[in-house]
């Protein structure tokens, strides 16, 4: 089974540093994809970065980036010039390639302070 | 309306009740999934509907039954829950390709249900 791990629960920033979440998963699938989501405090859960293995190229979105290193099975977020929007809890989860089943970290409560 | 829709936003009920949450997809979607958001836990995935057939089913008590009448609508009917029930209910559409790429998932907003 794939288990993914968020070693954070909590974490804070200054508003426009920088701040990674780590994320590490465990699979002996070659072919997957892995996610980031956001769930700021009004709940809605919306996708801020995804990556497929296959990919070397590190994906990028906007002040978003991952650290994704395929052998270490870690999956880390860098969120750049933080914002206070960016309060929020962040969950990085995991996907099999044709499969519907995700798995979700137990998430990390990002605190982005003025 | 767009994107993903749930209803009600806050649910409370006795552990007799007969409820049923609502979760509606604006997005042309064909797979829906509903997952239970406990607190300090990771999501769990409860139920998967593809093409309006269930093709998951994670060991869910079945005081839980889901229902999908179509691709855009999905339903969790509630019958004598458990006070350990009580938790955020978070419905989910994605859209699967003929060649089962994996796509990612679009969440809707969530039912607060709290059993008493």
């Known amino acids: 089974a794939q288990t993914v791990t968020q070693s954070q629960p909590e974490m804070s920033v200054q508003e426009a540093e920088t701040v990674t979440l780590s994320c590490t998963y465990d699979?002996?699938?070659?072919?997957?994809?892995l996610f980031w989501y956001k769930q700021p405090p009004s709940r809605q859960m919306i996708l801020v970065i995804r990556q497929e293995a296959y990919k070397q190229q590190n994906a990028t979105e906007n002040r978003f980036s991952v650290n994704f290193q395929k052998a270490a099975k870690s999956f880390s977020l860098k969120i750049s010039d933080s914002q206070l929007g960016d309060t929020a809890m962040y969950f990085c989860?995991?996907?099999?390639?044709?499969?519907?089943?995700?798995?979700f970290g137990a998430g990390t409560r990002l605190t982005v302070k003025p | 309306e767009t994107g993903v829709t749930q209803t009600p936003r806050h649910l409370v009920m006795g552990m007799t009740n007969k409820k049923s949450l609502k979760c509606e997809q604006h997005?042309?979607?064909?797979?829906m999934y509903w997952y239970k958001q406990s607190a300090k836990k990771p999501l769990e995935l409860m139920f998967v509907y593809s093409l309006e057939e269930r093709v998951e089913n994670n060991s869910v008590p079945s005081r839980f039954s889901p229902e999908c009448p179509n691709s855009s609508h999905l339903f969790l009917h509630l019958h004598t829950l458990q006070p350990e029930d009580s938790a955020l209910y978070l419905c989910?559409?994605?859209?699967?390709?003929?060649?089962?790429?994996?796509?990612?998932?679009?969440f809707g907003p969530g039912t607060r249900l709290t059993v008493l």
């Open positions: 699979t002996s699938e070659n072919n997957y994809y």
């Open positions: 989910a559409s994605s859209q699967e390709g003929l060649a089962l790429t994996t796509s990612e998932q679009f």
């Open positions: 997005l042309g979607h064909n797979a």
């Open positions: 989860a995991f996907m099999k390639h044709n499969n519907n089943d995700m798995r």
